[in-house]
């Protein structure tokens, strides 16, 4: 059983910036390919970046493309969002998402996921 402990949310001003961590255990980083999702109020879970279980391939949603980075320690067992540039539509809580399978180019369907955390809240606002 693979368990994820997200952290880092907080409310922001438009401009600002945060960093998400997720920190996993039951299996080895190695094992893992992981993603960041999150929801607003009223919608679907979108996801916004994924990370191959090495570490060396990312990919992102069109929406946080270049203000969003995603990266991982696998020594430390621990998955980052670095967020810059937020903007109030990137308030929405943020989810931490983990897979054993192969999952690109499927990466963003939520419903390929097996694991996941309980969330943290982002808020962007003046």
């Known amino acids: 059983q693979v368990h994820l402990v997200e952290s880092g949310g907080d409310s922001v001003q438009p401009g600002g910036s945060l960093r998400l961590s997720c920190e996993f255990s039951g299996l080895p980083g190695s094992r893992l390919h992981m993603s960041w999702f999150r929801q607003a109020p009223g919608k679907e879970r979108e996801g916004v970046a994924h990370i191959y279980n090495s570490g060396f391939t990312t990919y992102y949603a069109d929406s946080v493309k270049g203000r969003f980075t995603v990266s991982r320690d696998n020594a430390k067992n621990m998955l980052y969002l670095q967020m810059n540039s937020l903007r109030p539509e990137d308030t929405a809580i943020y989810y931490c998402?983990?897979?054993?399978?192969?999952?690109?180019?499927?990466?963003?369907?939520?419903?390929?996921?097996?694991?996941w955390g309980q969330g943290t809240q982002v808020t962007v606002s003046v």
């Open positions: 998402a983990a897979e054993t399978r192969f999952l690109a180019p499927n990466w963003s369907r939520a419903s390929m996921y097996t694991y």
